[in-house]
């Protein structure tokens, strides 16, 4: 199943949120394996976007002088 692209608005926004319910009470082992999955998930294609972010700019700086 290929993963929707996300903002990383969102993505830092989702992890705040497991990072809460990670913090909290409550959870079960596997709820918590489950998030903690996610939150890994999230932090790659964050990275990932990121990467991309700093090629693009890479590639504008060096088709312009400053």
Do not use: Q, V
């Not at 090629?55 to 060096?62: Q, V």
Request: net charge negative.
């Amino acid at each position: 199943m290929e993963e929707r692209p996300i903002k990383l608005e969102e993505a830092f926004s989702r992890l705040d949120e497991i990072i809460g319910k990670l913090e909290g009470d409550g959870l079960s082992m596997e709820e918590s394996f489950t998030l903690y999955e996610e939150g890994l998930s999230l932090i790659s294609r964050c990275r990932g976007s990121i990467d991309e972010a700093e090629k693009k700019l890479k590639i504008l700086e060096d088709g312009h002088e400053f």
